[in-house]
């Protein structure tokens, strides 16, 4: 596992450095060519965009951290695994609404997994690699069947914490935050939980944290 630069992670909207991590199979043309197409999916002028652009990229960059050697498929499914998003929360965050997040991510899992596998399809990216990412965001919301799905919880949970926690408190509130922090934190594999220490958290969000592992 390559060490995190705890400045690098952090829920208290300071900036963040733009040095990415790459491996073998990112450091690539074909890889540049997914990021640019990834950005331009954005309306950067948009907040909640941008925000889940930041996610997307953090995800990815949280998945290099705890697997250096991870191949092509589960990075490219960290960068589209909410890529859904577009579609129908621009405005407004749903998520913050539901009351059971497993069927509400289900359900959007399966809608994001047929975007990312046609934009993929588009770029050039190979056919088994496509379905691979497809397969990988339909499922990211379960553990238990499959590694890399769990490497891809584990890494979009720990950017949750990093980059949006604090703005989910804000946004929502208490007690809906505590529910999602609680959610969250279930996800995590024991490896990524060792990883929180790492993260900056907001003081009221790690007092939520806190209150849950007790």
Not at 118 to 145: N, P, Q, T, Y
């Amino acid at each position: 596992m390559w060490p995190i630069p705890k400045h690098r992670i952090t829920s208290l909207g300071g900036a963040r450095l733009e040095v990415r991590l790459k491996n073998d199979v990112s450091a690539t043309a074909l890889f540049d060519r997914v990021l640019v197409v990834h950005a331009g999916l954005f309306d950067m002028n948009a907040p909640h965009a941008k925000s889940d652009h930041e996610h997307a990229i953090d995800t990815w960059q949280w998945m290099l951290r705890l697997d250096h050697r991870v191949g092509l498929g589960p990075q490219l499914a960290a960068l589209f695994h909410d890529v859904e998003r577009l579609e129908r929360e621009a405005e407004r965050r749903a998520g913050g609404c539901a009351r059971d997040y497993q069927s509400f991510d289900d359900a959007r899992a399966r809608r994001g997994s047929e975007i990312a596998h046609g934009v993929l399809l588009d770029v050039g990216v190979s056919v088994d690699v496509c379905r691979r990412v497809r397969a990988l965001i339909a499922s990211h919301d379960r553990r238990g069947r499959d590694p890399d799905v769990d490497l891809l919880n584990d890494a979009a949970a720990l950017s949750f914490f990093a980059l949006g926690s604090a703005c989910y408190l804000d946004d929502f509130g208490p007690e809906q935050a505590r529910r999602k922090i609680a959610y969250t934190l279930e996800r995590l594999g024991s490896r990524a939980k060792r990883q929180l220490v790492h993260v900056n958290l907001r003081p009221d969000v790690a007092e939520h944290l806190r209150a849950l592992e007790r």
